[in-house]
T-cell receptor, first 112, second 116 residues
Framework: GNSVTQMEGPVTLSEEAFLTINCTYT??????LFWYVQYPGEGLQLLLK?????DKGSNKGFEATYRKETTSFHLEKGSVQVSDSAVYFC???????????FGSGTKLNVKP | DTGVSQDPRHKITKRGQNVTFRCDPI?????LYWYRQTLGQGPEFLTY????????KSRLLSDRFSAERPKGSFSTLEIQRTEQGDSAMYLC??????????????FGPGTRLTVL
């Protein structure tokens, strides 16, 4: 079947620290992978995506590389800010199915 | 604002009552999705429309749940005889009508349902 596993939170970091949020997936076929972010009181927003193996998605200083050999799509940022505090969801979608499978989310708290 | 909108944002109801939620997708998007998100979990797929056709329904969507998308524009999700286990955030998303799994889904702010 299709599923996504994320590291449990909350993750608490000081401003300017390095961030890694682990995400691994199980899928049949060739999925596309996504990171969504949910700020307090807001809807989910796409952060970045990768559609095939070895692709790197990037946005707002965040990066994630689609690793087929390890079935992973870890989210990284070199220097987090207080404004990055949010819940981050890893998700996959199989080709032409369009239905998304989400991980359980990882809450990030960044302290000044 | 041209994003996905949902109404109401919050709904409190008593067990056994019926509730209906509305979603207005981005106007040029033909695909519309409903998800349910419980506390501490990621969104779970409920159902999906291509224009007015409901193409897929999750096993999570019991016979107390019904979704419609008349005329392929807005959509409604109705829950009959609500139960406390229905308490959750109900999310609507839309995406453009192009093939391929790499289509981003645009999410609304959600409707939070509390069943007392």
């Amino acid at each position: 079947g299709n599923s996504v596993t994320q590291m449990e939170g909350p993750v608490t970091l000081s401003e300017e620290a390095f961030l890694t949020i682990n995400c691994t997936y199980t899928a049949t076929g060739y999925p596309s992978l996504f990171w969504y972010v949910q700020y307090p009181g807001e809807g989910l927003q796409l952060l970045l995506k990768a559609t095939k193996a070895d692709d790197k998605g990037s946005n707002k200083g965040f990066e994630a590389t689609y690793r087929k050999e390890t079935t992973s799509f870890h989210l990284e940022k070199g220097s987090v800010q207080v404004s990055d505090s949010a819940v981050y969801f890893c998700a996959l979608s199989r080709y032409n199915f369009n239905k998304f499978y989400f991980g359980s989310g990882t809450k990030l708290n960044v302290k000044p | 604002d041209t994003g996905v909108s949902q109404d109401p944002r919050h709904k409190i109801t008593k067990r056994g009552q019926n509730v209906t939620f509305r979603c207005d997708p981005i106007s040029e998007h033909n695909r519309l999705y409903w998800y349910r998100q419980t506390l501490g979990q990621g969104p779970e797929f409920l159902t999906y429309f291509q224009n007015e056709a409901q193409l897929e329904k999750s096993r999570l969507l019991s016979d107390r749940f019904s979704a419609e998308r008349p005329k392929g524009s807005f959509s409604t999700l109705e829950i009959q005889r609500t139960e406390q286990g229905d308490s959750a955030m109900y999310l609507c998303a839309s995406s453009p009508n192009t093939s391929g799994s790499y289509n981003e889904q645009f999410f609304g702010p959600g409707t939070r349902l509390t069943v007392l």
